[in-house]
């Protein structure tokens, strides 16, 4: 499950979710509010089970999804999850 949280600073959010057996990594994907099937773009890759996500708008809602990586290629997405920056 993915867990966002406020940064230490102003536009930064911390993600985290539960690692994924043999994933070698993860990408994520974000949104502006409210996330349409168009609206997901790339916003980082990340080789542990963490990410810090910076430089997005204070006080705007941004949706979160992720996807292991692994051998046998791309996991389905995860639940989105949503989050405003501080």
Do not use: C
Not at 1 to 22: A, C, N, Q, R, Y
């Amino acid at each position: 499950m993915l867990d966002p949280k406020s940064g230490d600073h102003e536009g930064v959010i911390d993600l985290s979710w539960k690692k994924v057996t043999k994933a070698k990594s993860y990408t994520i994907q974000m949104s502006p509010d409210p996330p349409t099937p168009e609206s997901w773009a790339h916003a980082a890759i990340a080789t542990a089970s963490t990410r810090t996500i910076e430089n997005l708008a204070s006080g705007k809602r941004f949706w979160f999804r992720v996807a292991a990586i692994g051998a046998l290629g791309q996991s389905g997405w995860s639940e989105p999850a949503t989050k405003i920056a501080p």
